[in-house]
Nanobody
Framework: QDQLVESGGGLVQAGGSLRLSCAAS????????MAWFRQAPGKAREFVAG????????YYSDLVKGRFTISRDNAKNTVYLQMNSLKPEDTAVYYC????????????????WGQGTQVTVSS
């Protein structure tokens, strides 16, 4: 796929919700496993959630399990991250990433990245 563009970030109070979107260009989106990562200042980029090509299986970091939901719409070439019960420690730049053929948990295994969208959670 040629390009990934994230949107939906912003400032929200603790306990609030945001929905991130990542739109992919090209015609091969359905061939890619997709994931969301995040990076806070001074910290390494960390895995948040991943989803298989068909959307049949999802994977989550223990830090977000039960609060975040990843989904995809292959007809729209888009992957989403619904974030509920947000905490100040969720503050970071969120990136979507894609790779073939399957989900991986480390950033170095991904080939394609978006530019990131800032999520800030105030206490």
């Amino acid at each position: 796929q040629d390009q990934l563009v994230e949107s939906g970030g912003g400032l929200v109070q603790a306990g609030g919700s945001l929905r991130l979107s990542c739109a992919a260009s090209g015609q091969t989106f359905s061939l890619y496993a997709m994931a969301w990562f995040r990076q806070a200042p001074g910290k390494a980029r960390e895995f948040v959630a991943g989803i298989r090509r068909s959307g049949g299986s999802t994977y989550y970091s223990d830090l977000v399990k039960g609060r975040f939901t990843i989904s995809r719409d292959n007809a729209k070439n888009t992957v989403y991250l619904q974030m509920n019960s947000l905490k100040p420690e969720d503050t970071a730049v969120y990136y979507c990433a894609g790779r073939r053929p399957s989900v991986a948990l480390t950033a170095s295994e991904y080939d394609d990245w978006g530019q990131g969208t800032q999520v800030t959670v105030s206490s």
